[in-house]
């Protein structure tokens, strides 16, 4: 654990990417895994300010349980412990490409995307999927008439679906589903890296 944590620390490494309660570096040891930590500012700042001092804290225990319970939705976890966690490591950038063909592709096809915007649609996406009933059937009716390609947006709605009927049944578990949270394994199965 300390070699992980020194790593982290002493070498100052570029983080690749953060979020409200996580920050993720690339692990040195092995390119097709990341170190996930939290973090954490002191108790007198404010968590979001440019000045605040930022420091490695304990991670929710929960969050990587998570993980481990649903590897098939989410990155595989190899080592972790109350500091850290080294996850699978999972291809994000495709998911922009997949959210720009899913926003021209339906955007023809129903209203409720007329005023959608493309950087934001797989989060609009999730929300119609798993919130508005009757939705779905009406558009890929419309697809299929259309000669329409379904596979990618299956490949979406089934992730949501799994999502919602799994982690996102529970209360405490609220769902960041956006384009920076999603990413492909190296099997090309679309995973959600954060929640």
Request: charged share 30%; glycine share 6%; aromatic share 12%.
């Amino acid at each position: 654990m300390l070699n992980i944590i020194h790593e982290i620390v002493t070498t100052r490494k570029e983080k690749i990417g953060s979020g409200k309660e996580h920050v993720v570096y690339d692990y040195k040891a092995d390119p097709t895994k990341i170190i996930k930590s939290a973090w954490g500012v002191d108790k007198d700042q404010y968590r979001y300010g440019a000045d605040s001092n930022r420091h490695l804290v304990d991670m929710n225990s929960d969050h990587i349980e998570i993980f481990l319970k649903y590897p098939n939705l989410f990155p595989k976890v190899y080592k972790y412990n109350n500091r850290y966690a080294i996850i699978e490591k999972l291809d994000t950038s495709k998911v922009y490409q997949d959210q720009k063909d899913l926003y021209e592709q339906l955007i023809q096809y129903d209203e409720v995307f007329k005023n959608a915007v493309e950087s934001d649609f797989l989060s609009g996406l999730y929300y119609t999927v798993t919130k508005v009933s009757g939705f779905l059937p009406k558009v890929v009716r419309k697809m299929i008439k259309a000669g329409e390609d379904l596979t990618l947006l299956e490949r979406y709605v089934t992730l949501f679906k799994k999502l919602k009927n799994t982690v996102g049944r529970s209360a405490y578990y609220g769902l960041d589903i956006t384009a920076n949270n999603l990413g492909y394994d190296n099997e090309g199965n679309l995973k959600l890296l954060d929640f």
